[in-house]
RNA sequence: GGAGAGAUGGCCGAGUGGUCGAAGGCGGUCGCCUGCUAAGCGAUUAAGCGGGUACAAGCCUGCUUCGAGGGUUCAAAUCCCUCUCUCUCCGCCA
């Protein structure tokens, strides 16, 4: 969420940043109401203000003297138009907050100016693209020949876009997770949370997945409880209405948990293998920082997440996303693309993203800069470090032998009793 | 699921209709004192939204806020209703 008083004195900037990022909002219908606001605020307040001198009057007089029993007649008309005032002024609140939680976070100055995803820049890459000597297979089919993915009966016992593991899979999926847990919890400082999966309205809308993409969650009919996107949306929300100090912060959280997205419009995209499920695993990164702090915080975040890919010895690129492609409440973000083979292409593994104080607004999550000083919104951030079912893909077919079996990647080895490839029967051998 | 108790400032905790934005304590800050430390003394210390003044820090001022929402009343932390959460006991349960 913006700034009110930060919309009402730049208008133009909030104009540009939709148009760059292609949201529409009803800006116009918010500044007017913003200035009928104000006015309906000084006749209540004044209003009030008189209602509060009588009654303290009636109150040194004696309720029953006759002066009293004047003033309170007088009163009861002034309290009927008071309620009548503040009914409209809570309409009117209702009606801006609508608007001003639909408005987009106003993007980095560094951000690319374009469309969507040929705008977006690569800043970096590692490693080299895997060659290989045969063709290599798509890891669905890698994980059907290893029996290890199955697909057809995730499809009957829940749906489509559901996966089943076994096996070697299922221990390379709880592999990662631990893997990548230990890595930020050892290396990088953060301390490991374990959130609900469940989070209520509140939650997923100070992180900004409410109002605007209820369509994006699977919310749990008859109740007010949705199926969290991401670890971000618990893990970000702990603090919120919160006032921390400033010593406490930076603060890291890494947090794994199952993320469940209705993927509403995105029929007939990556309808095979594991790259968009219902339902996948994900180590997250989420930070509350100083906000002078937040840009270096996004490199070091970034970072953070590429390690779990250099590690693994993943080729990857970065991109820094242009404002098309940019999302609804970050100000910068970088995607981190990992080389799948099977597909020539990279894919996105990562997102890590500066939220300023767009979320922290939202949320109300506050520190204190110094002893007696007013508080201020943290800046947030937070990155997957990394999507864990898009991690299995890429190391299914950057790993991916001849014979068919597949390497394990050397930093996971002591999670496969050092075994060093997945093999056709399905289970570790070395 | 049933019964009961509770939710007050950074924390603890008083407060059953007006003198309450709220005693007292802890913690924090400033000052004094004590030749270190500790203790002691004094002062100060909630947030949001407006208005005024100032280059600004700030100062002055109005309104709102005692879990949330609604109601009664001239007036609500205080009375009534609904909801949420916490605790205790009972039931059920991986």
Redesign the pocket.
């Known amino acids: 969420m913006l700034d009110?008083?930060f919309v009402r004195e730049n208008p133009e900037i909030v104009r540009q940043a939709m148009a760059l990022k292609g949201e529409a909002g009803d800006l116009d219908g918010l500044l007017a109401r913003d200035a009928k606001r104000?006015d309906l605020?000084?006749e209540v307040?004044a209003l009030?203000?008189t209602?509060?001198?009588?009654?303290?009057e009636?109150?040194k007089a004696g309720?029953d003297s006759d002066a009293s029993r004047l003033q309170?007649d007088e009163?009861?008309e002034v309290?009927t138009r008071i309620k009548d005032l503040d009914d409209q002024l809570?309409l009117i609140d209702a009606a801006m907050e609508m608007i001003l939680l639909s408005l987009p976070n106003i993007p980095d100055a560094v951000v690319p100016h374009g469309k969507d995803e040929s705008a977006n820049v690569e800043v970096r890459s590692w490693g080299e693209p895997s060659k290989f000597t045969f063709t290599p297979l798509a890891h669905w089919d890698i994980g059907a020949n290893l029996d290890i993915i199955d697909f057809p009966r995730a499809g009957k016992i829940t749906g489509s876009r559901f996966a089943v593991y076994y096996g070697a899979g299922a221990r390379l999926e709880r592999a990662l997770i631990s893997f990548m847990l230990d890595l930020h919890t050892t290396e990088h400082g953060y301390r490991e949370v374990f959130p609900p999966f469940l989070v209520n309205a509140a939650s997923m809308t100070g992180t900004g997945q409410l109002p605007k993409f209820a369509d994006d969650a699977f919310r749990v009919e008859g109740t007010d409880l949705y199926l969290v996107p991401t670890a971000e949306v618990p893990v970000t929300n702990l603090h919120r209405d919160e006032?921390l100090e400033a010593e406490q912060l930076p603060i890291y959280y890494a947090a794994y948990s199952a993320c469940f997205r209705a993927e509403a419009g995105a029929h007939g995209r990556d309808t095979r293998g594991l790259i968009r499920q219902h339902q996948f695993n994900k180590v997250e990164l989420v930070k509350f920082v100083l906000p002078e702090t937040s840009d270096e915080e996004l490199e070091k975040l970034t970072g953070d997440a590429e390690k779990v890919l250099q590690l693994l010895e993943l080729p990857y690129r970065v991109m820094l996303m242009c404002s098309g492609d940019l999302g609804f409440a970050p100000a910068k973000k970088y995607d981190i693309e990992v080389w799948l083979p099977a597909a020539d292409t990279y894919r996105e593994i990562s997102s890590c993203s500066n939220f300023t104080d767009f979320q922290a607004r939202r949320a109300g999550i506050r520190y204190r800069p110094g002893?007696?000083?007013?508080?201020l919104f943290v800046h947030t951030l937070n990155g997957s470090g990394v999507a864990v079912g898009r991690t299995v893909a890429a190391i299914l077919e950057n790993y991916q032998q001849e014979d068919g079996s597949v390497m394990i990647p050397k930093v996971l080895r002591s999670y496969f009793h050092g075994h060093d490839r997945i093999t056709v029967s399905g289970s570790e051998s070395g």
């Open positions: 009110l008083k104000r605020l000084k307040e009030k203000q209602r509060n001198r009588v009654s303290r009636i109150g309720a309170k009163m009861r309290s809570r006032i002893v007696g000083k007013k508080a």
